[in-house]
């Protein structure tokens, strides 16, 4: 299995400091002016990963394809800085891209990671609809989601994610408070009023942890009015999209999230 973890030379990177962290800025070397500005979060149970990861993400088909800016921001990880400095320090990044819209020649915002990245664009896109600043679509891949076990979290021995390590990865973002009922912005299945969040684009292994939270996400965002669809692959490799993308799974995950994302751009148009 071979690794990228370093652009494409039409990518331009910039590396830039915002608040507490240090983030990765990629567009196209021609970029155009008013496409959206992505934040894109990278995953690793909210206790490792980096910036960099964003190189072997979805964010880069969008980079490439679309001609939309990434943000990539370098989060405090749990280790040291249990929540709230994650969720805070990309709600803080997608504050800077909103501030700096003409700096940046971004448009519209738009949010989206894997795994623990995932579930922190969630919580970074509730945080934005109580704090006034509009996204206009999620995409939460695979999210890390929910605190309290659910029917495929609780003894899943899944590839790369697991019961055990999904126990690990909240006992250290939520320290004392990993089996309670939380703020959303930690945990956000917790949350109660999903009213007038982005619409939302997911896919999920079906025998990975994060099946359950991850349809019960977009059924709870459904309920409320928010458009949100989610597509399932067979599979409990957690992030196969990300570690085996020439698998055919993998293939088709990723040639169907790009067809959302057009879709999502369609209907911006239409209601510009």
Known sequence: MHIKLWPDRE??????????????ILRPKDAAEGKPGVLWIHGGGY???MKEMVYMSRAMDLVKQYGVTVVSPGYRLAWLHPWPAAAEDCFAVLQFM????KTLSIGSLMAGGESAGGGLAAAVCMMARDRGIRVAFQMPLYPMLSNI???????????VWNTRRNHFGWRLYLRGQAKKKVSPYAAPIHQTDYRDLPSCYTF????EPFFSETLQYVKSLRAAGVPAEADVYPTDMHAFDMLRPRDAVSRKA???????FEKALQRQKGES
């Not at 909103?98 to 819209?101: A, Q, V």
């Not at 999920?204 to 025998?207: E, F, L, N, R």
């Open 254 to 260: 990723i040639q169907n999230f790009l067809l959302h």
């Open 47 to 49: 206790i490792t990963g």
């Open 204 to 207: 999920v292994g079906d025998g």
């Open 98 to 101: 909103d501030e700096n819209r």
């Open 11 to 24: 990518i331009r990177v910039e590396k830039k400091r915002v608040g507490r962290v240090t983030v990765l």
């Open 149 to 159: 076990d659910t029917e495929s979290s609780r003894d899943n021995h899944g590839k």
